[in-house]
């Protein structure tokens, strides 16, 4: 198998802008995965006072070799979303803002993979290459695997717990089993380019399941998350959970 063309994503926006872009937070989680080779490193940039601002500081990150490419979500919403057959009302305003960017960060990639982790999670530098070992499980098993990640906030127990309940598998190195997190997910980019967005199923239901309105709806709606996983859900695809590498979500700034 040769060597696989992979992005680097991420986003930022009003309240994390100038940690992503001006305090180094975007080359710290380069840095953590230094033994991976990016064709590509692109940053998504949402929800902001001063695009213009922020867009000079991006560009010094650019002229540095940090990064390589930023869209704004303000410019390119509606042809993203056009594109993946989506409509704006179909989430609440909260999870349309949870969910442009990673839409973005798909639509702007031209690899064959996607690495693709949310401003407020980092991975742990640790010299554990899961990234090429989740592209050979992905290649292997292309009918059931179709997303791999590190754990989430060292929780190997936890996952194991999980896998259990979900009826998944575990080897030495991985937990198989039907989930999906946006935190942090490697996935192919020819299955994430479909038209997938709009399909339902009740198990991705226990996104935010307790975040519930006066009225009973789900405030975030049907958040790019959940419509992933439904998709997944439907066709019994699963991910594969690294038992030797976490990523940390908590807003924790290494």
């Not at 998504?44 to 540095?64: F, M, Q, R, T």
């Not at 056009?82 to 702007?108: C, N, Q």
């Not at 997910?185 to 199923?201: D, S």
């Amino acid at each position: 198998m040769g060597e696989k063309t992979i992005t680097f994503a991420t986003n930022c926006w009003e309240a994390d802008w100038e940690f992503i872009i001006k305090s180094g937070g975007y080359l710290q989680k380069i840095k953590n995965l230094d033994y991976v080779n990016f064709s590509k490193k692109i940053l998504i940039i949402n929800n902001v006072n001063d695009p213009k601002l922020i867009s000079k500081e991006a560009d010094k990150l650019i002229n540095s070799g940090v990064l390589d490419e930023y869209y704004l979500v303000e410019e390119n919403a509606k042809k993203v979303l056009d594109y993946f057959e989506i409509k704006k009302e179909s989430f609440t305003d909260i999870g349309y803002y949870y969910s442009i960017s990673p839409l973005l960060a798909i639509f702007f990639s031209d690899s064959e993979y996607i690495l693709y982790n949310t401003a407020d999670t980092i991975l742990e530098p640790k010299k554990y290459n899961w990234v090429d070992m989740g592209i050979n499980i992905i290649e292997d098993m292309s009918n059931k695997v179709i997303c791999v990640n590190p754990v989430w906030n060292n929780k190997y127990e936890e996952a194991r717990h999980e896998c259990l309940s979900r009826n998944g598998m575990e080897n030495e190195n991985w937990f198989f089993m039907p989930r999906f997190s946006d935190q942090c997910f490697l996935m192919p980019l020819k299955f994430l380019k479909k038209k997938i967005y709009n399909e339902k199923n009740e198990m991705a239901d226990y996104f935010w399941p307790h975040n519930m309105s006066s009225n009973g709806t789900h405030i975030n709606g049907n958040v790019f998350e959940k419509r992933v996983a439904a998709h997944m859900f439907n066709n019994n695809m699963i991910t594969a959970t690294s038992k030797h590498v976490s990523y940390y979500h908590e807003s924790v700034r290494l």
